[in-house]
């Protein structure tokens, strides 16, 4: 039983900036990858940002610059650090980890409920 419970967002003008955070709990052995995707209503789900399990971090285009991913591994924790946001951030942010949930090394990834984030201009 694993569970990824975020929380953070809220609404922001156009400029601020939100710290969301992503907990992992229940029968955790490890976490590999984490990361947070994003979807606005009418459009497709996109990643926002990843990092690997060593602290290797990549983003997506319209992110870069502007936000910061990063992570707590005795927390189980990932976090995103938005800052400069802008209206088109606008969505609903999910997080997502790999997760082995056995002993035996049996891994699959979670994802959140999701969090809103509005930007208003």
């Known amino acids: 039983q694993v569970q990824l419970v975020e929380s953070g967002g809220g609404v922001v003008q156009a400029g601020g900036s939100l710290r969301l955070s992503c907990a992992a709990s229940?029968?955790?052995?490890?976490?590999?990858?984490m990361g947070w995707y994003r979807q606005a209503p009418g459009k497709q789900r996109e990643l926002v940002a990843g990092?690997?399990?060593?602290?290797?971090?990549n983003y997506g285009d319209s992110v870069k610059g502007r936000f910061t991913i990063s992570r707590d591994n005795a927390k189980n924790t990932v976090y995103l650090q938005m800052n400069s946001l802008k209206p088109e951030d606008t969505a609903v942010y999910y997080c997502?980890?790999?997760?082995?949930?056995?002993?035996?090394?049996?891994?699959?990834?979670?994802w959140g409920q999701g969090t809103q984030v509005t930007v208003s201009s």
């Open positions: 997502n980890a790999d997760i082995q949930y056995s002993r035996y090394p049996l891994t699959r990834e979670y």
């Open positions: 990092i690997t399990s060593g602290g290797g971090t």
């Open positions: 229940g029968n955790i052995f490890n976490i590999n990858g």
